[in-house]
């Protein structure tokens, strides 16, 4: 007796977006053995990977510090996203599946690939998904997703509209649009009946349109920032850099979407505070006690940059010849207020155009936290930056993005999740 060979029908799936969630969502999604298309709206795909980490692409923190991501959503399911796949098991990934040893910048606790060179990153992984069998399919705008009995149709502005069994939403935000964002992933999940909390740029530099410290474009240091607005404040230690524009450096991104969320009177009233140094009070009332010949000038200039010395000497109105015995005590309570809570100017941000990420997005309440799919509608899976979270500079972005798109992919992949 013959057996006619059993037709082995594989699951289908298309993930919406070749970017760093969208592409680890394909790479699992075809390892588990679905038919996976990886639909992108740009030629290549993966371009923040291209410009990330100044083009070295800072892959993965060293360390992670769960508190410091930011969402409007629940903390916890952030948190049960995040340890879905521990930070020690995606350096393993792209040690080992990706041939990248990473290397960790001590300065900063950021890991970078050993070549330093974002391409690698990106056409390492579209190899990747590639070799697992997942189908690139380049400069295809996906316009609309609609539910049908058994799967989904996915629209798109040139092909014709394709059948599958499962959907990944890999969309990310609203940042960089040159890159391939434009919003269009939330606004279809948006009219899906799902909750968006509304988006913000984050991790974006400040701007001050008087210019107030214009002439110090270039001085950089290490500092601690605060920024203040209406119930929100955000704190961070790390490089600040005056611009001709305002200020960046790791410091002012990551407390900048305090600032970018605050509206009307309350971003009139908003503030941004600054420590210029590892001194706080009383190590300056230390510094610059009544004592010797010393003055004022020579003991700011030996902590911090001489051009931003002088700059804040002038704003507190105290001359730098002043010898420290001759200070009068008024003078130096202004110093030392200047140089631990100096007030920074400031007048708006560089938006989405310069900003790192997107804050906001689909509540991470309408997915569930193991598989990422929507608890409304069976089969629709979300992933990165897409949804309601976002983290510090430091490589927390790329945890986020290849945890949560590697969990879609693999739920997307697996039959009876929808
Ligand atoms: C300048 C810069 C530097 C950065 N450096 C770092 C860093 O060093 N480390 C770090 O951790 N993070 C960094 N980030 C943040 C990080 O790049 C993002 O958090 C991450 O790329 C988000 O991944 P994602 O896949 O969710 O979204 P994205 O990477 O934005 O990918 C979304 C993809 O979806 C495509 N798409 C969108 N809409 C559609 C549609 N309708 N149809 C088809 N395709 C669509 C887009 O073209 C894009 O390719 C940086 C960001 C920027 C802008």
């Not at 609309?144 to 969309?171: F, Y």
């Not at 911090?304 to 010849?321: H, N």
Request: charged fraction near 20%; include cysteine.
């Amino acid at each position: 007796m013959t057996h006619s060979p059993r037709a082995v029908i594989r699951r289908r799936v298309a993930v919406i977006g070749a970017g760093a969630a969208g592409t680890l969502a394909a790479i699992f999604a075809a390892t588990q053995g679905a038919e996976t298309l990886l639909l992108e709206r740009t030629a290549d795909g993966g371009r923040k990977i291209l410009i990330s980490g100044g083009g070295r692409c800072n892959i993965l923190p060293a360390r992670v510090d769960e508190r410091r991501f930011v969402t409007d959503s629940s903390p916890n399911s952030l948190r049960k996203m995040l340890r879905s796949w521990p930070l020690s098991e995606q350096i393993a990934f792209f040690e080992r599946e990706l041939g990248q040893p990473l290397v960790e910048e001590e300065e900063s606790a950021k890991l970078f690939p050993a070549s330093n060179r974002a391409r690698d990153v990106r056409d390492g992984l579209l190899a990747l998904a590639a070799r697992r069998g997942a189908r690139f399919v380049p400069s295809t705008w996906v316009t609309d997703l609609v539910p049908g009995d058994r799967g989904w149709r996915v629209l798109s502005a040139r092909a014709e509209p394709l059948e599958v069994d499962a959907v990944v939403v890999a969309t990310g935000g609203l940042s960089v649009p040159k890159t391939g964002s434009d919003g269009t992933g939330l606004a279809i999940l948006q009219r899906l009946g799902h909750v968006v909390h509304p988006t913000y740029a984050a991790l974006t530099p400040i701007t001050d349109g008087a210019g107030v410290f214009a002439s110090l474009a270039g001085v950089s240091l290490p500092v601690t920032v605060t920024a203040r607005s209406d119930g929100r404040h955000a704190t961070a230690t790390g490089g600040f850099l005056f611009t001709h524009h305002g200020y960046s450096g790791p410091s002012v991104l990551d407390v900048s979407h305090v600032l970018t969320r605050a509206e009307g009177a309350a971003r009139r009233a908003a503030r941004l505070q600054v420590q210029w140094s590892a001194l706080d009070e009383s190590g300056w009332t230390a510094a610059l006690r009544p004592a010797g010949t010393r003055t004022v000038g020579g003991v700011l200039r030996r902590e911090l940059p001489e051009r931003l010395a002088d700059a804040l000497l002038a704003g507190a109105g105290v001359a730098p010849a002043t010898a420290l015995a001759q200070l009068r005590r008024e003078e130096r309570a202004r110093l030392i207020e200047t140089l631990t809570r100096g007030e920074l100017p400031w007048t708006g941000d560089e938006g989405y155009k310069k900003a790192e990420v997107t804050g906001g997005g689909l509540s991470l309440a309408e997915v569930d936290p193991r598989t990422l799919e929507s608890r409304r509608l069976p089969g629709l899976h979300i992933c990165g930056e897409a949804l309601d979270a976002f983290g510090p500079i430091g490589g927390y972005n790329f945890l986020w993005a290849w945890a949560t798109g590697r969990a879609a992919g693999l739920a997307a992949a697996r039959q009876g999740t929808s």
